[in-house]
């Protein structure tokens, strides 16, 4: 009857965006034989271990009374648009029927020495048409690809560890990231970081395996790894082009760039080239005798030769325009990257540009930015904070509280992830939820600081430390960092960030003390004091106060630290030590040596 079927319980559920057939099972309170045999009388053959997709899984799922949808983490492609770059906002601001397909922007991440850069080079020299035989082919960043007539635009950023910040940025400017990963070393911790920084800037992604030509090459290793992550490759039923390549060898590239372009032409990849003029800064220079160089990406309008660009705080009037290759050029549309002359000042990278009409009013929109920079410089470092947050939710800025969480181990990791993922809270204008950008296992390192700020999101570490140099780079970054080791005080803080009581309170907490026993002097180094550890423990990185006579005579970091000959990273109560410090050198013995870390602690 009618009422029966209406009265019918539908369950919801909640499910990543792939799991194994063990977990979907356990997650449905069902046998992974029944889920089998579901699969089975859907026509998908699996085994308990199988990685199965989202959409595999909901079916399932429904057939056992369960309406699923997916988890927060992955969500993102339906998320609010409250981070989208500008420069989206500004074409999707623009009438539609003038907006026209334009070259697909690519940017390429992964692991370091996963062949990011073999990768750039090997396209580049196959796939790129040379206007003018031997024509020098300089760096600038980016190039343009040519791919079945058609052009693919390769951002060319720095793989290095270092360039977190502005790889976050690359995937900002992008339409679609390659994400390289080594076909003989698989899914590995900056692999995850670029991944999320590609979902954080909801840019879709292909995976170009590398170093296929390698003996010790495991494809399905790497697939599995990929499935954990949540790209289930397409050749087992998932949404992810999974491309194997070789960039020694020059094979599967091709079929690269057409999953790139398979992928381009799923998403709309349009501009007005008759629009405003705008787009952003790839990188920047000066160069001694030309003055400024600058590499642009045009993404809106065409800019021409002549016309006032101002970006930042710098302006002036473009002289000269090249192409990649170093060809003059004398406009340049949608999705070119091109190198310019003519700024003022050398502008930062990944900063939006547009053009004026007039100098004059180049210079009132400099003059008015400088100002507001000034101004907002004080009140800029609170605003990645939980505290800052708040305002910045009700001010309708941020719309989810982003976060980067890290634990000791996995099994503490996976109950914060799941109860902090349901977070929700309501407020004036509607709801907010938690969006977590990362996690992981292991101290705080400096990537995650830099994707937090890159993010606007905040660390929450649990059972783990962060050292004096992540410490130091939050505080210039104004990232928030917060250490835990109780769960619930993490949660219960998250709550009140999303309820906005929270209280901001900056501790200290000793690690230990040591007292100076005798001084050496060694004309390398300078003087190194010969300590006892009284008590707990000295870090190496860690802050460190010398006392005299009951004054403090220096406060600063602990830059080496020796047990005997060797350097080590902490020594504990009861043993001997040597100490360098780089800014320190009057030791006396009898001088006590308090080492400390400074966090950012909950109220109690
Ligand atoms: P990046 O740090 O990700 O930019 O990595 P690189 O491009 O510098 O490559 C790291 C190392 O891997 C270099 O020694 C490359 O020669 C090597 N490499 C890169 N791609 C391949 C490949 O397809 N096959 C083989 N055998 N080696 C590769």
């Keep these: 009857m009618a009422e029966n079927v209406t009265e019918k319980q539908i369950k919801t559920i909640e499910l990543p965006g792939s799991l194994t057939v063990r977990e979907l099972a356990d997650l449905l309170e069902a046998s992974p034989i029944q889920i089998i045999k579901t699969l089975m009388s859907n026509g998908v053959m699996a085994n308990i271990n199988q990685q199965i997709d989202f959409d595999t899984a909901a079916i399932v799922a429904a057939e056992l009374g369960f309406e699923a949808s997916m988890q927060q983490l992955d969500q993102l492609e339906t998320q609010d648009t409250g981070e989208v770059p500008l420069w989206r906002q500004l074409i999707a601001s623009e009438d539609k029927q003038n907006l026209k397909p334009r070259p697909p922007v690519v940017t390429i991440l992964g692991h370091v020495d996963h062949g990011k850069t073999t990768l750039l080079d090997a396209i580049r020299q196959t796939s790129v048409v040379s206007q003018e035989a031997g024509g020098i082919t300089q760096h600038i960043g980016a190039y343009q690809a040519t791919h079945k007539d058609r052009l693919i635009t390769f951002l060319d950023t720095p793989g290095h560890a270092a360039f977190t910040a502005m790889r976050s940025r690359g995937a900002q400017g992008a339409d679609v990231v390659v994400l390289v990963v080594a076909a003989d070393d698989g899914v590995m911790p900056q692999t995850k970081e670029a991944l999320a920084h590609a979902r954080a800037a909801r840019v879709p992604m292909v995976v170009a395996m590398t170093k296929i030509d390698r003996p010790n090459a495991n494809p399905e290793r790497v697939k ?10 397409d050749d087992w039923d998932g949404d992810t082009i999974v491309v194997p390549v070789s960039a020694k060898e020059r094979t599967g590239l091709q079929d690269l760039l057409e999953a790139i372009q398979l992928v381009a032409d799923n998403t709309e990849i349009l501009a007005n080239p008759d629009g405003d003029i705008f787009g952003t800064v790839i990188e920047a220079e000066r160069d001694p005798s030309r003055g400024v160089i600058a590499t642009l990406l045009v993404q809106n309008g065409t800019l021409k030769v002549g016309e006032i660009v101002v970006v930042g705080t710098a302006y002036g009037r473009l002289r000269a325009m090249f192409d990649f290759s170093g060809q003059k050029l004398e406009q ?8 310019v002359l003519g700024l003022n000042d050398v502008p930062a990278a990944g900063e939006p540009f547009r053009t004026v009409e007039t100098e004059r009013e180049a210079r009132a929109l400099v003059s008015e930015r400088s100002e507001k920079e000034k101004q907002e410089k004080g009140q800029a470092s609170g605003s990645l904070t939980l505290e800052g947050m708040f305002a910045a939710f009700q001010a309708g800025k941020v719309r989810e509280l982003r976060l980067v969480v890290k634990a000791d181990v996995q099994g503490s990791l996976e109950p914060i992830v799941s109860s902090l993922g349901d977070m929700k809270a309501d407020d004036k204008v509607g709801q907010i939820g938690v969006h977590i950008l990362h996690t ?21 570490g649990f059972n783990v430390e962060a050292d004096a140099a992540v410490m130091r780079q939050a505080e210039a970054e104004g990232v928030s960092i917060r250490l835990y080791d109780i769960i619930y005080r993490m949660t219960e803080d998250v709550e009140k960030a999303l309820k906005g009581m929270l209280e901001p309170e900056l501790k200290e907490r000793l690690l230990g003390k040591a ?10 180094f300078g003087k190194i004091a010969g300590c006892r550890v009284t008590e707990g423990e000295l870090r190496r990185n860690a802050l460190v106060r010398i006392v005299r006579d009951d004054k403090v005579i220096f406060d600063g970091e602990l830059t080496s630290l020796k047990h005997e000959k ?6 504990r109560e009861g043993f001997e030590c040597g100490i360098n ?13 308090q080492c400390y870390v400074r966090e950012l602690v909950a109220v109690q």
């Excluded at 599995?224 to 490759?233: D, H, K, R, T």
């Excluded at 340049?332 to 190198?339: D, F, L, N």
């Excluded at 007292?515 to 390398?524: G, T």
């Design 224 to 233: 599995q790894q990929l499935a954990e992550s949540g790209l289930v490759p």
């Design 332 to 339: 340049a549309g949608p999705s070119t990257p091109i190198s």
């Design 566 to 571: 060797d350097d080590v990273k902490e020594v």
């Design 440 to 460: 992981g296992t292991g101290n705080i390192s400096e990537s995650d600081v830099a994707l937090a700020a890159a993010s606007k999101a905040i660390v929450l």
């Design 515 to 524: 007292v100076v026993q005798q001084v050496f002097k060694i004309s390398r």
């Design 581 to 593: 410090l780089k800014e320190f050198n009057d030791f006396k013995e009898g001088d006590i040596i």
